[in-house]
């Protein structure tokens, strides 16, 4: 049985093309294969996780076409002529309830100060490179005065190379 594909969303939703059931869906969608548009294998394997925890789902599988394109397919079977389409906006509840409850919990967390932070150390670029050459130093890997002077002594060796080789083409250019 050959179909178009359908939007899988009503009217209403904020895009009808976000979700569209492919081409050989079984009557009923007891058994289709969907593609979610912009979305990767972020929400695909939580979504398959989500859809597998249904007891009429009989199979559940994702994947993505192709890394270059931002969509996945959701393959859904179920058991008892039950609709895939109810157990996908079912799943997606569920996932959008989860999400929102982690929010919350981190948002809590968040406001009471109840959660590890050093205060004493600072993050900016200049703290952190200072810190990492103290370490270094600390292991006996060398020191940031060393490697300064190894970098200018290389940068010079460069530089007078460059000049030679400018030197020895203005040579060659006058004498012909």
């Not at 904020?14 to 972020?42: F, S």
């Not at 199979?59 to 931002?70: N, Q, R, T, V």
């Not at 205060?119 to 200049?126: A, G, S, V």
Request: glycine share 6%.
């Amino acid at each position: 049985m050959s179909h178009e594909a359908t939007p899988a969303l009503s009217e209403d939703a904020p895009r009808a093309d976000k979700i569209i059931a492919l081409p050989g869906y079984t009557e009923g969608y007891t058994a289709a294969t969907y593609c979610i548009q912009d979305e990767d294998h972020t929400l695909g394997n939580l979504l398959r996780w989500m859809i597998m925890k249904n007891p009429d789902v009989e199979f559940c599988g994702y994947s993505a076409p192709h890394p270059s394109e931002p969509k996945i397919h959701i393959r859904i079977q179920m058991y008892d002529e039950k609709s895939s389409l109810t157990a996908l906006h079912t799943a997606l509840d569920q996932l959008e309830s989860m999400t929102e409850s982690i929010l919350a919990a981190y948002q809590a967390s968040l406001a009471s100060g109840d959660y590890d932070r050093p205060t004493d150390l600072e993050y900016d670029f200049e703290s952190v490179n200072q810190r990492l050459w103290e370490e270094k130093e600390a292991q006996g890997r060398g020191s940031r005065e060393e490697w300064e002077a190894e970098k200018a002594e290389k940068e010079k060796a460069v530089k007078e190379e460059e000049d030679k080789k400018k030197a020895g083409g203005k040579k060659g250019k006058s004498g012909r």
